[in-house]
């Protein structure tokens, strides 16, 4: 079932989404050359502590195993969901780091709770209705090259030429054209399997969100509705592999690299309101 969110939803979702776009803003500085990658996961839970959010990944249900990070960090070829691990970043690394954040109520105290034991954070992250905010940011490691540069900046093109047609009375096919066309014609792949969907009361709602599409095809949109776009843009094939030893990282198929910006935003009678903007659209 698809909600229209309350203007109260919004006001949490939207304090939520300050709270995850600062995250994302801080990483910039943290993330260089000869850092291990487990100080992105570290710097995330550290944040989270002190400001009294639930790291909502932590816990979420899987085939093989059951989500155990507070974000998912995708390096180069992998696409999604991959484990934040022991890993030296290099020089021209292209790295996504992706997190779903929940406002804690006042009677919960996160800086309590054990983020390593994942059995017992469940109790917490799946019964979590409140302030939600999801976010995914790419972030080149030291000096890219023009093969991470240009895919960088037409997947992040792509993201707002989707955000752009989120409005009253289009339909869902708008935004999927409106990626697909941009990215296809400067020759990259856009993944299928994965896709945005609604956000509220849970992290994951309907409907979902294609990044490829027919324009003035599918469901029409309504204010209200509060969404997530995420291309995921590769500059080979569209197509994607699962890490069958976890079940949650996926990898181009071909080792191509993979790019992933996404926001979440809000439908408003005047367009689409972005409520994890780090600053000057189109550029954060």
Not at 103 to 127: C, G, R
Not at 194 to 210: A, F, N, Q, S
Not at 262 to 278: A, M, N, W
Request: hydrophobic share 35%.
């Amino acid at each position: 079932m698809i909600s229209l969110k309350s203007p109260r939803e919004i006001e949490q979702m939207d304090k939520a989404g300050d709270f995850l776009a600062s995250i994302h803003i801080g990483l910039r500085d943290i993330i260089k050359p000869g850092i291990d990658m487990w100080d992105i996961e570290e710097y995330v839970r550290k944040r989270c502590k002190e400001e009294n959010f639930l790291p909502l990944q932590i816990g979420v249900d899987g085939e093989i195993q059951d989500y155990p990070y507070a974000t998912c960090c995708s390096l180069n070829d992998e696409v999604a969901h991959a484990f934040p691990r022991h890993q030296t970043l290099k020089d021209g690394d292209l790295i996504k780091v992706d997190m779903v954040l929940g406002m804690a109520s006042d009677d919960l105290d996160v800086s309590k709770l054990d983020f390593n034991n994942v059995q017992d954070m469940k109790k917490y992250t799946e019964s979590f209705r409140g302030g939600i905010a999801d976010s995914c940011w790419a972030y080149a490691v030291g000096t890219p090259s023009e093969e991470v540069k240009n895919l960088m900046d037409v997947t992040k093109e792509s993201l707002y030429r989707g955000i752009e047609q989120a409005r009253v009375g289009n339909r869902m096919g708008d935004i999927g054209s409106a990626i697909q066309e941009y990215a296809e014609a400067h020759g990259y792949g856009v993944v299928r399997d994965l896709v945005g969907h609604g956000v509220g009361p849970t992290m994951h709602e309907e409907p979902m969100v294609p990044h490829y599409g027919v324009k003035g095809k599918g469901l029409r949109l309504r204010e209200g509705m509060v969404l997530t776009i995420e291309p995921m843009i590769n500059t080979g094939t569209y197509e994607i592999d699962t890490d069958f030893k976890t079940g949650w990282a996926h990898k181009t198929l071909d080792g191509g690299l993979s790019c992933q910006y996404e926001h979440q935003f809000v439908i408003t009678k005047d367009g689409p309101v972005i409520l994890t903007s780090q600053g000057e659209e189109g550029t954060y």
